[in-house]
């Protein structure tokens, strides 16, 4: 019989994992999960871990979900992939039109791809290929946020900003304009939100009247910058950079993948600034974590700009072998059937005033800086030095004696280095959230330590 040792032995001696120094498994074991229930995931030992992380932000209604379940048992009897180009079928479209319903207006054509990075890589050719096809060969640049991600392919790993993730790569990359960011943990004391994105939005109204005539695009992450520590802004400067962006002549592409479906509290991130941008990429909660599906919505403006005679060459050419793959459409579908039918936005504020007060005896525990929260996604700032807010050295690691421990404890929690957050899935309840901010409490205790 499996057990966690023996298929531990087996996982490392063939595999590789993503987002992991290998040789941290001598000494901190893998974890070989049997099946998941629910917010709950059990190991083949039987121990069980809450998964506070939505398994990398990816879950929403619960592992074993019994309506996707049902849906992707139906759709399996019927068909689970097609080529996509020549040929279609009914839960593309069926998705597709659902999704062009509830993105903001004017977002009225859907291309797939298969994961975010590709979602990514498909909008900053789309972009580019649009003023190419319109004979603006001059546009050519992007520009995007300090601190931002936006995937790990090449392009998608151009347009980002985090240094653990590109430095390695950096020759490799494509040049991009780096403005820098609306982060409101740099906000002076006393300043608001809405005060300190509005002040660093001069930076970006700066960066496209200088540069404007040679950029294709700016892409950001709406709201919170997720990798990037969890780091979150106001939607004045969302509201700002979409009408710079037309003033300018620059397409605003919002990268949604970690924040849409709810997760900072209305359906897409972008409805809070009442705007809508010019691409909205889709992934991860896409499929209520269940199949990797991302979706690229665009304007009937960009579609024509590419609908044109064959012999004019001007198609757009981007294709992955699982476009559109059907089980994953599927999938889509029964995901926002539960948004729809279980009111889910409305309950979600609930569930967000319930974290905020679960969260709330961190606001003056002495090593944490800052309390932040959007909608479903809580984030605790640790530092070494509260008045000072000096950071621990990122050598220390003490995000992952958190993560250790909270294991231990049963909580799956995944620190980004010091920001411990929680991003569970819709259907938490108000005692699980009481037991995972319990234990990041005594995480946190065991991590400051000497
Ligand atoms: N954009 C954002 C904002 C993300 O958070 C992520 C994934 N963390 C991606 C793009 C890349 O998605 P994927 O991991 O599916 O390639």
């Given at each position: 019989m499996s057990s966690n040792q023996s298929l531990s032995e087996r996982d490392l001696s063939v595999l590789?994992h993503?987002?992991?120094?290998?040789?941290?498994h001598e000494?901190?074991p893998i974890i070989p999960i049997k099946k998941?229930?629910?917010?709950?995931?059990e190991d083949f030992d039987g121990n069980?871990?809450?998964?506070?992380?939505?398994?990398?932000?990816?879950?929403?209604?619960?592992?074993?979900?019994?309506?996707?379940?049902?849906?992707?048992?139906?759709?399996?009897?019927?068909?689970?992939?097609?080529?996509?180009?020549?040929?279609?079928?009914?839960?593309?479209?069926?998705?597709?039109?659902?999704?062009?319903?509830?993105?903001?207006?004017?977002?009225?054509?859907?291309?797939?791809?298969?994961?975010?990075?590709?979602?990514?890589?498909?909008?900053?050719?789309?972009?580019?290929?649009?003023?190419?096809?319109?004979?603006?060969?001059?546009?050519?640049?992007?520009?995007?946020?300090?601190?931002?991600?936006?995937?790990?392919?090449?392009?998608?790993?151009?347009?980002?900003?985090?240094?653990?993730?590109?430095?390695?790569?950096?020759?490799?990359?494509?040049?991009?304009?780096?403005?820098?960011?609306?982060?409101?943990?740099?906000?002076?004391?006393?300043?608001?939100?809405?005060?300190?994105?509005?002040?660093?939005?001069?930076?970006?109204?700066?960066?496209?009247?200088?540069?404007?005539?040679?950029?294709?695009?700016?892409?950001?992450?709406?709201?919170?910058?997720?990798?990037?520590?969890?780091?979150?802004?106001?939607?004045?400067?969302?509201?700002?950079?979409?009408?710079?962006?037309?003033?300018?002549?620059?397409?605003?592409?919002?990268?949604?993948?970690?924040?849409?479906?709810?997760?900072?509290?209305?359906?897409?991130?972008?409805?809070?600034?009442?705007?809508?941008?010019?691409?909205?990429?889709?992934?991860?909660?896409?499929?209520?974590?269940?199949?990797?599906?991302?979706?690229?919505?665009?304007?009937?403006?960009?579609?024509?700009?590419?609908?044109?005679?064959?012999?004019?060459?001007?198609?757009?050419?981007?294709?992955?072998?699982?476009?559109?793959?059907?089980?994953?459409?599927?999938?889509?579908?029964?995901?926002?059937?539960?948004?729809?039918?279980?009111?889910?936005?409305?309950?979600?504020?609930?569930?967000?005033?319930?974290?905020?007060?679960?969260?709330?005896?961190?606001?003056?525990?002495?090593?944490?800086?800052?309390?932040?929260?959007?909608?479903?996604?809580?984030?605790?700032?640790?530092?070494?030095?509260?008045?000072?807010?000096?950071?621990?050295?990122?050598?220390?690691?003490?995000?992952?004696?958190?993560?250790?421990?909270?294991?231990?404890?049963?909580?799956?929690?995944?620190?980004?280095?010091?920001?411990?957050?929680?991003?569970?899935?819709?259907?938490?309840?108000?005692?699980?959230?009481?037991?995972?901010?319990?234990?990041?409490?005594?995480?946190?205790?065991?991590?400051?330590?000497?």
């Amino acid at each position: 019989m499996s057990s966690n040792q023996s298929l531990s032995e087996r996982d490392l001696s063939v595999l590789w994992h993503p987002c992991t120094q290998m040789k941290d498994h001598e000494t901190s074991p893998i974890i070989p999960i049997k099946k998941g229930q629910g917010v709950w995931l059990e190991d083949f030992d039987g121990n069980r871990y809450l998964d506070a992380i939505s398994s990398w932000w990816v879950n929403l209604f619960g592992h074993a979900n019994p309506s996707i379940n049902a849906a992707l048992k139906d759709q399996l009897d019927t068909l689970e992939q097609v080529i996509f180009a020549g040929f279609t079928h009914e839960s593309a479209i069926s998705l597709a039109e659902k999704l062009v319903e509830i993105t903001p207006s004017g977002l009225t054509r859907c291309f797939y791809a298969d994961n975010g990075s590709a979602a990514v890589e498909v909008a900053l050719k789309m972009s580019f290929h649009y003023w190419r096809n319109l004979g603006q060969t001059q546009k050519t640049k992007f520009i995007t946020l300090e601190n931002s991600y936006h995937g790990e392919t090449l392009g998608a790993l151009a347009v980002g900003n985090v240094a653990l993730y590109k430095e390695t790569y950096a020759p490799l990359l494509m040049d991009v304009i780096t403005v820098p960011g609306p982060d409101c943990y740099h906000r002076e004391p006393g300043e608001s939100w809405a005060d300190y994105s509005t002040r660093r939005f001069a930076l970006m109204e700066q960066a496209l009247q200088q540069h404007g005539d040679s950029v294709c695009a700016v892409i950001i992450e709406p709201l919170v910058q997720c990798a990037g520590n969890m780091r979150m802004y106001d939607p004045v400067y969302l509201k700002l950079l979409r009408d710079a962006c037309d003033k300018y002549n620059v397409h605003l592409i919002a990268d949604e993948i970690a924040v849409g479906f709810g997760r900072t509290g209305t359906l897409f991130a972008c409805e809070q600034a009442a705007i809508s941008p010019d691409f909205i990429c889709l992934s991860k909660g896409l499929t209520g974590g269940y199949l990797p599906l991302s979706a690229v919505l665009t304007t009937d403006r960009m579609y024509q700009a590419f609908y044109d005679d064959y012999q004019n060459m001007t198609a757009f050419l981007h294709s992955h072998s699982y476009t559109g793959n059907a089980l994953a459409c599927r999938a889509g579908l029964a995901t926002l059937e539960i948004f729809q039918q279980h009111h889910i936005i409305e309950k979600n504020r609930a569930l967000a005033a319930t974290m905020a007060k679960a969260a709330a005896r961190f606001h003056d525990h002495p090593n944490v800086a800052e309390v932040r929260q959007t909608g479903m996604i809580l984030a605790i700032e640790l530092v070494k030095n509260k008045q000072t807010r000096e950071a621990y050295p990122w050598q220390e690691r003490r995000g992952l004696k958190v993560y250790q421990y909270a294991l231990s404890k049963g909580v799956l929690l995944r620190p980004l280095g010091n920001v411990i957050y929680f991003m569970p899935p819709y259907i938490v309840t108000e005692e699980e959230l009481l037991l995972i901010a319990d234990v990041a409490w005594q995480g946190i205790q065991r991590a400051i330590k000497d």
